[in-house]
């Protein structure tokens, strides 16, 4: 056994789905999902089968949130454009925006560049907008940044090209941040999962893992289906990913990859700043750096069940989690109830 103390991570993009498509994971599942993976904050997605694009819709995800949740939570409100007028009634309850500017998931894509342009404007230029954004859409982002002064976050960055573009933005000392998710460290367009943005090439993950200093966080983006829907002839794009990020990191920390710091940086001390949370010492976690396993579906927390590191072997597993300074998770258990999560915002 040797035991390593870290903060509580801290995971910035997450899909719980609910409400909604509470058979793929639900608040309750996907928290304790997180905890089982050393997160003790998530940060969750407005693509819900109702979209978060008014304060109502904010509202009553909130209350399924507050009385479901075993770690700390935020979320984000979203657009298409169309919703101007609900941003200063959802802004302070919101950690950021977020918007599409790719295809994905729920399909709320915003295509057009003079309704993004509102947004850039609207939005509280002091509150972080979060993009998905691929290829071209990454300059558009910058272009428009630069014009109109907001604090932007990519997230998911998967290509050199992309990293390269978004490296230039930050020696400009634009208040650009990036992230970067453990499938495209670990998977490579030759595995065959599906997820947005695709997997990119063997060269394009070597250049993310060679230039982590540049990126800000690390993300799950965990995004829970069905194993049938993934089966299926037109599988969603999307896997879980929350209860799998910290061990297979350490198993590269454990390789000589990247340090302890680099992981704590990246998933507590950068996303803190970006996101003005202040520090917490009470939510912390113990994992044994020793302790080597098999990732298996059947151990996992997530309702969806399956995972696509399944047969890994990975090495650092998570013992305990403190949370509000009271230890909530211990050896697999759950040691606190539903709600026991608070909201940031
Ligand atoms: C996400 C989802 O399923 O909600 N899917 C994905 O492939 N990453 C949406 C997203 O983050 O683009
Ligand atoms: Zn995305
Ligand atoms: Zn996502």
Known sequence: MKLLRLPGLIDIHVHLRDPGEIQKEDFYTGTLSALAGGVTTVFDMPNNIVPIFSRKSLLEKLSVAKSKAVCDFGLYFGSIGDNISEFEKAAADVIGLKVYLSLTTGKYVLGDEDKLKIIFQNWPKQKIIVFHAERDRIDLVIR?????????????????????????????????????????????????VIVKPALSTKKDQD???????????LVSDHAPHTISEKKSDKPPSGVPGVETMLPLMLTEVKKGRLSVNELIRLTSTSPRKIFNLPQDDSAYIEVDTAEEYIIENKSLFTKCAWSPYAGWQVAGRVKKVYLHRKLAFENGKLLVSQGFGNYLH
Do not use: R
């Open 144 to 192: 428009l940044m630069e014009k109109y002064g907001n604090k932007v976050h990519i997230t998911h960055v998967t290509t050199k090209d992309g990293l390269e573009k978004i490296i230039a933005a930050k020696s400009d000392n634009l208040p650009l941040t990036c992230d970067v998710t453990p499938h495209h460290l670990f998977l490579t367009d030759t595995s065959g």
């Open 207 to 217: 250049f993310l893992w060679n230039n982590l200093k540049s990126i800000d966080c």
